[in-house]
């Protein structure tokens, strides 16, 4: 027999499926989805059994066979395998890129892999007893070594052995030891008879374990319930009446058991949206829903009796949130509901705590699993509900290869597992409010808050005039009157500082004007090594202005400023308020994101100032002001969708304040109050900014009117650099169509990037069949070719920045 293996080496000729013999000892072993372990070329390499078959036409001479088979069960399902040859064509990438990116990166790494006892010896057959009278785990190899595969899968099938991966890097399966009392009645009674009358605590804990035939008891707890020594049982266990066992565990990545949490009596809004959703569960309908609902309207506790629904349903729920709302409360509003059947995979948790969570999912232990981007490929064999919680947010796509969409990923699960999507937003993607208009997802809208609150107030506060008014903090005095009014009040504030484009856009102080490209829409960057402008759209360029263009002032500034300055400046002002503050590097520690957020909610603050991190999620009723500190920053970003951005976020941040009782008041400083994503942020509704940013888009043909390309190529030096990118553009603008419009080359957006220059091309277009054949003849001469110079070429066929 024959297996088809995609290996572990990412390049081109090799990007295929490879023939090897399966030896006899494991051909009743092998299955699609294993791992194995190859020679190719003159190395043993890792690979992934994709086909298993009879014949070849490869000359049987070249066929070596495969030198280990590393998985008795498959790690990847039939689904997987399947999911990995699609997203190889969507995104144009290497397969085992793809199959690398659904495991977690304990098994990615090097590992051994141990057979564990679960049994006493005795009930094994006769050729494996012999390997466990030493010890509880042995070497897989020995088995492996020795011809013994086949007893070994029978007595993994009948649980009477385990496996775990013993992970190099010190990741292992945890484990606790545990006294199991004997079952035989009999024996125990020999063992007390045996005793003589002086070995009293003995004859006592016999007693007691007469009471507890066969129970798996921690040691703690015997010592606790009879008062014995460690001692004393242990002469027991060496009589032969007890013995220890190590019982696995999981590790608990939750620091916190939380409390049980009823099911809410759904508002009528709620109601109709659940009853859509349930209606395509029953039918087994792959549909997509939009849920829009305003921040507060309770999207989660729709999701949550959802999911409800898919576990009656004897089916498993995936939910998807964005790594920076992962937040401890976010998690534990559905282990409240769902207690241990639910799973949490982000990049917080150690390699043996992911490994851990994921082996609850491929075990099929829980129902539920709460993760970020990459826990869509959660390897769940019976899906009946997929939820992306926050769909707008550029972190669910993966900027690395392969350059995937976890939306896209969902759609194509639900397709093959015939259950529904439910994306949601209080301020969607315009591409998925766009398909929602067109009814290719299904829309379902919650325009009012859960518990009735009124959205809070919005007042954006003109910067320009602060600074007429010789006003020079960073501070307005709206919003220092406000922050000593809810001071006074013990009302808590939340203190947003948009850091997103940090120091890199040049604005003029008086009028607002922020320097922008002669030919496109886009604000120019500033690069401090040549003290230059720069577009990086078109390429236009030119140097940073003293007097401004349009009032001729010389306020002229690099607009950015950290968190750090903004707390000394609150000190200042208002030192008897006691402020957290969070961002990257007050959240480096594992935790430590857990342990501000708990403070604060535990009312230990007043101020909790933050960047992007805090505009998600967080939901304390005592939080009645809300300010962004410069609403512009991320509005000037060199990016297509920074209106978009800018107008989410606002909204986001906004929704933090008056969630409960006590109304709610938001402050939005700005030096561009007239910008539409900062106007209709005001008014906290949608609709009117899709329409607008709708007709923005059309104008510059960007999505979702058009589709866009991107591609890349980076090299040391900055000649070559640009050599193979006018290459690039040359060979693209051959080989396209008129429908397409091919932009550049011109340096990307972060010119110098692991020390190498960068340059793209931008491609937009509508329908374009020659797309994808194009992509794929370049990267063969890149692959073949330009490889070798030292070029790196990446495509990404849905760029979330440009
Ligand atoms: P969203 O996710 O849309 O921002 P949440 O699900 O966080 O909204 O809900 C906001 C608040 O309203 C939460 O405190 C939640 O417990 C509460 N809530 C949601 N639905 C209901 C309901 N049907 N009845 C009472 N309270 C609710
Ligand atoms: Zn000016
Ligand atoms: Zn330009």
């Known amino acids: 027999m024959i297996a088809e293996v995609i290996v572990d080496v990412s390049a081109y000729p090799v990007d295929r499926p490879f023939d090897y013999f399966i030896p006899e000892q494991v051909e009743e072993l092998i299955e699609c989805g294993c791992r194995v372990k190859v020679p190719f070329g003159n190395r043993n390499v890792l690979g992934f059994v994709v086909g298993i078959k009879n014949e070849t ?76 009278h030493k010890s509880t785990k042995v070497n897989y190899k020995e088995f492996e070594k020795n011809n013994l595969l086949i007893p070994l899968k029978k007595a993994l099938n009948k649980k009477l052995l385990s496996l775990e ?53 921690e040691p703690d707890f015997i010592y606790k319930e009879t008062n014995c020594s460690p001692q004393v049982l242990q002469a027991i266990i060496e009589q032969g009446a007890a013995e220890f066992i190590l019982e696995e565990v999981y590790r608990n990545p939750f620091k916190k058991d939380v409390k049980k949490t009823d099911f809410l009596t759904l508002t009528e809004e709620q109601k109709q949206a659940l009853h859509k959703i349930v209606e395509a569960m029953d039918n087994r309908s792959p549909e997509t829903f939009l849920l829009h609902g305003v921040t507060g309207s309770g999207k989660t506790e729709v999701y949550l009796q959802a999911i409800q629904h898919c576990i009656q349903q004897g089916k498993d729920a ?37 490994y851990d969570e994921w082996r609850k999912v491929h075990q099929q232990k829980v129902k539920v699993v709460v993760g970020a981007r990459s826990a869509v490929f959660a390897p769940f064999e019976n899906v009946g509900l997929i939820i992306l919680d926050e769909e707008h947010e550029s972190s669910y796509k993966q900027e690395d290869t392969p350059r995937y969409h976890a939306r896209d990923v969902a759609i194509w699960r639900s397709k093959y597992h015939h259950c529904p999507v439910i994306l949601g937003s209080a301020t969607p993607s315009l591409e998925s409010y766009a398909r929602a208009r067109k009814n290719v997802y299904k829309l379902l809208t919650l325009k009012g808050r859960a518990l009735n609150q009124p959205l809070p107030t919005v007042e954006i506060v003109d910067m320009r005039e602060e600074l007429k008014k010789g006003n020079r903090s960073m501070f307005s005095e709206k919003l220092t009157e406000s922050i000593r009014d809810r001071l006074k009040k013990k009302e808590q504030i939340v203190l947003f500082l948009n850091r997103r484009g940090y120091s890199s856009f040049v604005l003029c102080r008086d009028c607002g004007t922020v320097m922008q490209c002669e030919n496109c829409d886009i604000s120019l960057t500033y690069h401090r090594y040549n003290e230059k402008l720069k577009c990086h759209y078109c390429g236009y360029e ?34 008897e308020a006691r402020v957290l503050r969070m961002d990257v590097d007050t959240t480096k520690q594992k935790g430590a994101h857990e342990a501000i957020l708990e403070n604060f909610g535990a009312g230990k603050a007043d101020i909790l100032l933050g960047t992007q991190m805090i505009a998600k999620g967080l939901d304390f009723p005592n939080i009645t002001l809300v300010g962004v500190l410069s609403a512009d920053t991320s509005l000037h970003l060199p990016d297509f969708r920074a209106a978009e951005r800018t107008f989410q976020l606002l909204t986001q941040v906004s929704g933090r304040a008056g969630r409960a009782e006590k109304h709610g008041e938001v402050i939005i400083q700005s030096y561009t109050p007239e910008h539409y994503a900062i106007e209709l942020a005001k008014t906290q ?3 009117p900014f899709y329409e607008r940013e709708m007709m923005v888009r059309h104008g510059a043909a960007y999505p979702p009117y058009y589709f866009i390309a991107l591609i890349q190529v980076a090299h040391e030096d900055v000649l070559l650099a640009a050599e193979y990118a006018n290459k690039c553009a040359e060979f693209l ?28 091309c931008l491609i937009k277009y509508k329908i374009e069949p020659n797309l994808i054949p194009t992509f794929l003849q370049l990267l063969k001469i890149y692959r073949t070719d330009w490889i070798k110079k030292g070029v790196v070429l990446t495509i990404d066929l849905d760029p979330s920045m440009i």
């Open 57 to 132: 036409d490869v000359p049987l001479d070249k066929i070596k066979p495969i030198a280990s088979l590393l998985d008795i069960e498959p790690v990847l399902t039939s689904e997987m395998l399947q999911l990995a040859k699609w997203l190889k064509q969507e995104t144009i990438c290497y397969e085992i890129d793809c199959l690398q990116v659904m495991l977690p990166s304990a098994l990615r790494a090097k590992y051994e892999k141990m057979v564990v006892l679960q049994t006493n010896v005795e009930n094994l057959d006769e050729p494996l007893k012999h390997y466990f």
């Open 165 to 217: 991966n013993v992970v190099k890097q010190k990741v292992q399966v945890k484990e606790i030891r545990k006294v199991k009392v004997s079952d035989n009645l009999q024996l125990l009674q020999e063992v007390y008879d045996k005793l003589s009358n002086r070995a009293k605590k003995q004859k006592q804990l016999l007693l007691w374990m007469k009471q507890h035939v066969g129970e798996i008891l």
């Open 318 to 354: 995936i939910v998807l949130v964005p790594e920076i709302s992962l937040t401890p409360q976010m998690t534990n509003r559905f282990r409240s509901r769902f207690g241990e059947l639910v799973a949490v995979m982000h990049s917080g948790l150690s390699i043996g705590e992911k």
């Open 542 to 575: 030119q140097f940073v202005p003293t007097i401004c263009p349009e009032c001729s002032s010389d306020h002229i500034r690099y607009f950015g400023t950290g968190t750090q300055k903004v707390e000394e400046e609150l000190m200042k002002l208002f030192p």
């Open 685 to 687: 509704q949608y609709e």
């Open 733 to 760: 603008r051959t080989h396209l169509s008129f429908n397409a419009s091919i932009i550049g080359p011109t340096t990307a957006g972060i010119v110098r990037l692991q020390n190498r220059y960068r340059y793209q």
